[in-house]
């Protein structure tokens, strides 16, 4: 695979997330199947592809346990943080993919190693 063609791909793998917006559960399941078809093609995507994996992960949880808070109020605040930290850390690696550098999201927990 050539550096630009595994720029994409990693690219994508991030981006893929945000199909989750239209249909909620794509926001996990789209980068685990980039990541499956590209891993063995490339390190340089194999790499992202588990980075955005775990992300999402982690993402999901942080929602599922904010949706839960919601019965104490304080949910509903956390929700919207989650939300905006979603959507500017799987911008932010997206663009880091794309320029050829390796992005670890912080605040991730490492499921996939």
């Known amino acids: 695979m050539?550096?630009?063609?595994?720029?994409?791909?990693?690219?994508?793998?991030h981006l893929s997330a945000l199909t989750g917006l239209i249909t909620g559960i794509?926001?996990?399941l789209a980068p685990i199947i980039?990541?499956?078809?590209?891993?063995?093609?490339?390190?340089?995507?194999?790499?992202?592809?588990?980075e955005a994996v775990n992300f999402q992960i982690t993402m999901?949880?942080?929602?599922?346990?904010?949706?839960?808070?919601?019965l104490?109020?304080?949910g509903v605040f956390l929700i919207s943080i989650v939300g905006i930290v979603w959507l500017v850390f799987t911008i932010i690696a997206a663009v880091k993919a794309n320029n050829?550098?390796?992005?670890?999201?912080?605040?991730?927990?490492?499921?996939i190693k």
Not at 6 to 13: G, N, Q
Not at 60 to 70: D, K, R, V, W
Not at 100 to 111: D, V
């Open 2 to 13: 050539s550096e630009s063609d595994a720029r994409m791909w990693a690219m994508l793998a």
């Open 26 to 28: 794509g926001s996990l």
């Open 34 to 50: 980039i990541w499956q078809i590209q891993k063995d093609k490339s390190a340089y995507v194999d790499y992202h592809g588990k």
């Open 60 to 70: 999901a949880i942080a929602f599922a346990a904010s949706f839960l808070l919601m």
């Open 72 to 74: 104490i109020v304080i």
């Open 100 to 111: 050829g550098e390796y992005y670890r999201y912080p605040l991730t927990i490492r499921f």
